[in-house]
């Protein structure tokens, strides 16, 4: 059976990433609205608020 939240884990650990890996996170999984000039703690809430 398929966990409907199996990227949770991942969420739970976004900050463990660096900017760089969140921006591919982000681009992987078609999330708009990050780009390399923003603060990591704000790319983490565009993709947290896209999940």
Do not use: F, H, Q
């Amino acid at each position: 059976m398929t966990d409907p939240d199996e990227s949770a884990p991942e969420l739970a650990n976004l900050s463990a990433y660096t900017k760089a890996e969140l921006l591919d996170y982000a681009a992987e999984r078609g999330v708009s609205g990050v780009s390399g000039s923003m603060r990591k703690a704000d790319i983490i809430a565009v993709i947290e608020g896209a999940e």
